[in-house]
């Protein structure tokens, strides 16, 4: 699919995905990060972008001004559009914050069915700060994440263990300096007649258990070096650190925003590209339809995904442009990132 960045107002451009472009059913992923109700006016700044509303010299890039139930209707009727478009194995991340997402989420359950829920993401946004009210400071939102149905695409992601969780989870280190960790070679559950019930060295399974693998995988196991030996005789399997690619991703994400924005409210790059990698595949095509900077659409074009991109906002449009832009001349792999199809749906453009 070519690649479509949309200038205009978004319910009216998803119609037109679903009615004009025939589109539905064909969305792999979608990420949203919708303005969170927040009562504020979002400018852009000639230096750099400015979440206060009187900042001086700044033109407002949009303003975020709806709020309570009128809000959720908002987004309601932008998720419903959004599931007709999703394929089967599709997946939805809405991003959003602590104060209203406990009201998008159950709208969310009504539109996708809590059957398909899949996490509500801590996402860890910025560094410890000070705060004078009375109360906690805040330093993470949240990500709400539903498949359309069953058996999404799904590309396990994993995290590099960091030096403290070597210590602990590979505790021992061989003559070589690399660090392991040793587990039984036996599991629950008795096999009476099977491969792994049979004698290993001269012994049976404990009572009760069997060999986790056929006795001829332990004889090599064991001519690898791949088994320890305690002194009573007991062999263990040897696990490497380095042979581990990481540990599973978990539902807090650290993913701090970059600190001078090409946009308000820009998203960290990374945390768009794991969301990217884990829930498309190479000839998916991923819809941000309050795409802002264009974030999203340049994590998809980086990974070789087709992208659709919606912003209501000339300034959004005009960042996005400008980003795609300096992505395709600053690097080879972008040449493609020209190859985009730029619509106006605006009033101002019907006019
Ligand atoms: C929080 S920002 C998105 C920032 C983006 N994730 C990024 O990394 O740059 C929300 C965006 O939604 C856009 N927006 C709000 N309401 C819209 C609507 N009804 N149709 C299209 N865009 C809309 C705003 O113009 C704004 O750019």
Redesign the pocket.
Known sequence: MKNLLIK????E?LKLLLEERGLEGSIDLV??????ATGTD?KVSLNRSSTVSSANGGSL??S?KIKGSEFIE?LRE?LILLKRLLSERGSIYL?TDCKIGHYVKVMMDEVFGIENFRNDISRIKCNPKNFNRTGFSNIKDMILFYSKAKNPIWNEPRQDYSEKDKEKLFPKTDSQGRRYTTVPIHAPGETKNGRSSQEFKGMKPPAGRHWRVDVQTLESWDEQGLLEWSSNGNPRKIIYADEKDGKRVQDIWEFKDPQY???????NSKM?EMIIKTSSLKNSTVL?????????LRAAEKLGRSWIG????P??IE??QKNLREDSSSTALFDSCSMYEMLDISEQSMV
Do not use: M, V, W
């Not at 990420?31 to 969170?36: K, L, N």
């Not at 919606?310 to 906002?313: L, R, W």
């Open positions: 205009g107002e978004n319910l451009a990420y949203i990060d919708p303005p969170f979002f890039a949009y975020d908002f932008r991003h924005p090409t946009y308000p409210t820009e998203k768009l941000d339809c309050f795409c802002g900077s264009g974030s999203t919606i912003d209501s906002s300034q959004a960042t996005a």
